[in-house]
């Protein structure tokens, strides 16, 4: 009897290892998607800063302009964290993980970070969006001017109405300002944590990987 519950526990702990390991191996597919999100939004960042230096100093209108409102628009969609291994471990049983830190820092992470993600995200396309009805049918000729099968979402373009009207337009300078702090607290501040979070958790990850296998 005891070596059969050796045998069980021994199987166990091996399980334990490879369902530790797969979340290290989903961690840097995780990590490396955020970093691809927060490049689509630097972007976008970038453009706005661009199209908010030429209407706080009152710079002449150029047609470079028009992508730089395009792309000030766009939202990459997709920041959130693959959860089949998490979702695996649940259907195994989260007891799994013996380690209560670790475990309750993976549930976390998924209970936690990527809804916060996922969520903040959607307000961030939905304050776009409303922006598409409110804000610029008023001010530019059309909203995302381009061709949808350019994976690139680059070659698209938005043409102001009146651009020099814009410089002293106090709705639309107050939409752009508030654009850019939204950029910060709903995109970069959830996916940064979040991608911080990973990293430090896939450093423990380690060292309890190497303590269950010299058990």
Do not use: C
Not at 3 to 10: H, K, L, P, V
Not at 56 to 61: A, E, I, Q
């Amino acid at each position: 009897l005891q070596i059969n519950n050796w045998n069980q526990d021994r199987l166990k702990e091996i399980k334990e290892i490879k369902t530790l390991k797969s979340f290290k191996e989903q961690f840097q597919n995780d990590i490396t998607e955020i970093e691809e999100s927060l490049g689509f939004y630097d972007e976008a960042a970038r453009s706005l800063d661009i199209i908010i230096d030429h209407l706080n100093n009152k710079r002449l209108y150029d047609d470079s302009l028009n992508q730089h409102f395009f792309i000030s628009t766009r939202f990459y969609g997709d920041s959130d964290l693959d959860n089949h291994v998490f979702e695996s471990l649940k259907s195994e049983g989260l007891d799994l993980i013996s380690n209560a830190a670790i475990r309750n820092r993976i549930v976390r992470l998924y209970e936690d970070n990527d809804e916060w993600m996922v969520n903040f995200e959607l307000a961030y396309r939905d304050f776009l969006f409303d922006a598409s009805k409110d804000i610029f049918n008023t001010r530019f000729e059309d909203f995302w001017r381009g061709d949808h099968k350019d994976l690139t979402y680059t070659k698209g373009e938005m043409i102001p109405l009146d651009f020099e009207s814009l410089q002293t337009d106090q709705e639309y300078l107050y939409f752009i300002r508030t654009q850019k702090n939204q950029l910060g607290w709903l995109i970069y501040k959830p996916l940064e944590e979040t991608k911080a979070t990973i990293m430090d958790l896939s450093k423990d990850l380690n060292k309890e990987i190497e303590r269950l296998e010299m058990e």
